[in-house]
């Protein structure tokens, strides 16, 4: 087999996940309305603020990767909501629904045989295609396990 199309068939499967840990779909699924928000002692965050913060951060590290005129939040207030409670059910679904499309983007582009994984980005300072992919898949799934942690605490995990 082709290395190159190995190589980003290996990326895809990283950031859809499941392999070494749950996905996306299955640790949102099923997560009540009244836990959304739920902030407990003994975690700093609240199912909220990990949902929107890895939206924010992996539509970033998308962005900065193919946008030369990208400009990213203010580090570290810009990466996480202003609330720990969603505003109601649409924020919830309308930043589920934003994290699903930035990742398919992410997917494509890693699809697209034009991308050079291993170019540096011209407006960065090293970095490549490649080492965003890795940082995005790397960054969902630290903050996955911290969802499925806080689904724990909360008692609502599978």
């Keep these: ?89 649409e924020a919830w679904d309308k930043s589920v629904a934003g994290f699903l499309r930035d990742r398919d983007l992410f997917i494509k582009l890693i699809q697209d045989p034009a991308t050079d994984l291993y170019a540096r980005i011209p407006h960065g300072d090293g970095q490549t295609v490649l ?3 890795m940082l995005a898949a790397d960054h969902n799934a630290y903050h996955l396990g911290q969802l499925v942690l806080l689904r724990r605490l909360i008692g609502v995990w599978q």
């Design 1 to 89: 087999m082709n290395q190159d199309k190995l190589l980003r068939e290996h990326l895809i499967e990283l950031l859809k996940g499941g392999h070494a840990h749950a996905d996306f779909e299955s640790v949102i699924k099923n997560l009540p309305v009244e836990a959304r928000g739920q902030q407990l002692q003994s975690a700093p965050h609240s199912a909220w603020d990990e949902l929107e913060h890895m939206r924010i951060a992996q539509w970033d590290i998308l962005e900065f990767s193919r946008n030369p005129k990208h400009v990213s939040p203010e580090f570290p207030s810009g990466y996480w909501p202003a609330s720990h409670i969603p505003p109601d059910e």
């Design 131 to 133: 080492r965003e992919a």
